[in-house]
């Protein structure tokens, strides 16, 4: 781990009481992924449980948990659908499977050129605005094809800031 991710989970403890390493273990985990090309290796859930004094199994738990946390290599741009209730009574699957046909993908699968992937991913909290996704810490709502196909050309550009 760099000098200035170090110095970014030392940070991160300061925020938390004495004895309570643990407690940050969601932040650190997300400067760690967002460290390491948006995944957590074992190797690196590993070196996290060592910083805050924790059992290896304890970050593992976590990071299978939840969604947000990558265990293996992502595309540059994961379009991440929302799949609950909401989103999908709006046509939320719908447009994750077009945008699947349109990249030539299935969900959970990353484009030969390492761009693209699409998941389906527990509920983004946008149920008003649904169809939703993720992509990097940007939220896209009221989706529909031609914001899809506007997206992954302003992907292509480089037009998208994804952290």
Known sequence: ???????RIHELLGRYPAGKKKSALLPVLHAVQDAHDNWLSPELMAK???????KPVEVYEV???????????????MFEF??????????????????????GVRQGEITPDGMFGVVGVECLGACGYGP?????????????????????EDCKQGKINLY
Do not use: H, W
């Open 48 to 54: 996290v449980a060592g910083i805050l004094e924790i």
């Open 63 to 77: 990071v299978t948990f939840y969604t947000m946390f990558n265990r293996k290599p992502v595309a540059k741009y």
């Open 132 to 152: 939703a996704l993720q992509l990097g810490d940007n939220y896209y709502e009221n989706l529909s094809e031609e914001k899809i196909d506007t997206l992954i």
């Open 1 to 7: 781990m760099s000098e200035e991710l170090m110095a």
């Open 82 to 103: 929302c799949r609950t209730a909401c989103c999908n009574l709006r046509g939320g699957e719908d447009l994750l499977d077009y945008t699947c046909r349109k990249l």
